[in-house]
């Protein structure tokens, strides 16, 4: 699988039918930093960094919820 081996710097690119898709979904965290004194522990690029990390650090669990034994789990936990 592309996703779990490899360089991951050649997989990005910019999509063409969605110019500045991305900026769409900026967070401006002004009002609960200002109100609540709240702020995020990770930045995007470490958050996302740790994420791909544990994912790699993690291929059985990728496994498991690939073979639908994750939701197996689910339901035993929590019923159908």
Known sequence: MRLLSGDFRDTRRARSDRPCHDRRYAIDS??????????AKETLVTGLRKTVEWYLENPEWVE??????CRQWIEKQYGT
């Open 30 to 39: 002004t009002k609960i930093r200002n109100e609540l004194g709240w702020f």
């Open 64 to 69: 498991s919820v690939k073979t639908r034994a």
